[in-house]
């Protein structure tokens, strides 16, 4: 089983500036990798798939990047609709697996 | 597009069958995916099926337990879950999987209790 692990666990951010999240795989997963956003009692919502693709109607400020083990997602000029926790998930191979998640909140 | 069924309160060691209703794309060319996530704690991967449901997935902490299901001509995704136990205990959520099996659709969830 791949582990993913997200850090920090949670980033204090003022509203305005920017946000950069970290997942390590532990071991190459390539580009197989997504983030989700979910906000208190609400599903999940996929950001970014292909590491670096933005999924259909997500903001421009959101950024993936990297490839294999390490990954970034990068929300420049956070908004108050983004405070919220952020998960990775790779699809590389079976099990599924997601990091522990990031809370972002408002410092 | 996705929405689930069938969470309740059940005792140690029963059942329960939970359904996804799924609209507006076509489900027979999908994988589908449950994802699961206990009070307070992170996503955890359940279990997946191909588009044909030909081919199933599970993790191992619900492996010989739980059994995902589908009916294409009912739009329809399941998940029999026998043998609960109380870490069983969260909200399910289905998920249309996407190439590769990112889930880019997501339910409501439903809530599964397991208590005596």
């Known amino acids: 089983e791949i582990v993913m692990t997200q850090s920090p666990a949670t980033l204090s951010v003022s509203p305005g500036e920017r946000a950069t999240l970290s997942c390590r795989a532990s071991q190459s997963v390539s580009s197989n990798l997504a983030w989700y956003q979910q906000n208190p009692g609400q599903a999940p919502r996929l950001l970014i798939y292909r590491a670096s693709t933005t999924a259909t109607g997500i903001p421009a400020r959101f950024r993936g990047s990297g490839s294999g083990t390490e990954f970034t997602l990068t929300i420049s000029s956070l908004q108050s609709e983004d405070f919220a926790v952020y998960y990775c998930q790779q699809y590389n191979s079976w099990p599924l697996t997601f990091g522990g998640g990031t809370k972002v909140e408002i410092k | 597009q996705l929405l689930e069924s069938g969470g309740s309160l059940v005792q140690p060691g029963g059942s329960v069958r939970l359904s996804c209703a799924a609209s507006g794309f076509t489900f027979s060319s999908y994988a589908m995916t449950w994802v699961r996530q206990a009070p307070g704690k992170g996503l955890e991967w359940v279990s997946g099926?191909?588009?044909?449901?030909?081919?199933?997935y599970y993790a191992d902490s619900v492996k010989g337990r739980f059994t995902i299901s589908r009916d294409n001509s009912k739009n329809t995704l399941y998940l029999q879950m026998n043998s609960l136990r109380a870490d069983d205990t969260a909200v399910y959520y289905c998920g249309k999987g996407n190439v590769g099996y990112y889930m880019d659709v997501w339910g409501k969830g439903t809530t599964v209790i397991v208590s005596s």
């Open positions: 099926i191909t588009g044909s449901g030909g081919v199933t």
